[in-house]
């Protein structure tokens, strides 16, 4: 059973499983979103630029991030909503066939008096390529019960 908001301690950390983001990913990603930059979807656009291959949406690689830890929702809090994001960062560039997975500690808790929810929580959230770089840092609050 997820941890209740009063159950929660600052320091709780989670690291999820991996996985590889494909060009199958980026390119549904690019007809979802709508967002068809050549830099994410042209070999033949980015090889003259700085990554040389067609690099991740970083909207897709938050996506990703909320997923996987949504995934592990049995170590986070009994979840009421996703309630947003502070100093969202895209550091690294991911290209096809990039292993990532994602940490994050909570860093504080902020107790909220509302019909449903304990407080809102704040995570220090990272998304970890295979390379061990940071290709993703933010700040994810949420809801808790």
């Given at each position: 059973?997820?941890?209740?908001?009063?159950?929660?301690?600052?320091?709780?950390?989670?690291?999820?499983?991996?996985?590889?983001?494909?060009e199958?990913?980026?390119?549904?990603?690019?007809?979802?979103?709508?967002?068809?930059?050549?830099?994410?979807?042209?070999?033949?656009?980015?090889?003259?630029?700085?990554?040389?291959?067609?690099?991740?949406?970083?909207?897709?690689?938050?996506?990703?991030?909320?997923?996987?830890?949504?995934?592990?929702?049995?170590?986070?809090?009994?979840?009421?909503?996703?309630?947003?994001?502070?100093?969202?960062?895209?550091?690294?560039?991911?290209?096809?066939?990039?292993?990532?997975?994602?940490?994050?500690?909570?860093?504080?808790?902020?107790?909220?008096?509302?019909?449903?929810?304990?407080?809102?929580?704040?995570?220090?959230?990272r998304?970890?390529?295979?390379?061990?770089?940071?290709?993703?840092?933010?700040?994810?609050?949420?809801?808790?019960?």
């Open positions: 059973m997820a941890p209740t908001f009063d159950e929660l301690e600052v320091g709780h950390e989670v690291v999820t499983h991996s996985r590889t983001i494909t199958a990913d980026v390119r549904n990603f690019a007809g979802v979103s709508g967002d068809f930059n050549p830099l994410h979807l042209s070999e033949e656009y980015t090889a003259d630029t700085q990554f040389g291959e067609p690099i991740a949406h970083g909207a897709l690689l938050f996506a990703v991030t909320s997923g996987l830890l949504w995934q592990y929702r049995h170590e986070r809090p009994d979840v009421v909503a996703f309630y947003g994001v502070d100093s969202l960062r895209f550091t690294e560039p991911v290209t096809m066939g990039t292993t990532v997975h994602a940490e994050s500690e909570l860093l504080e808790k902020e107790p909220r008096d509302h019909p449903v929810a304990g407080g809102v929580v704040r995570y220090d959230t998304l970890i390529t295979d390379d061990g770089d940071d290709a993703l840092s933010c700040e994810m609050l949420t809801l808790v019960r």
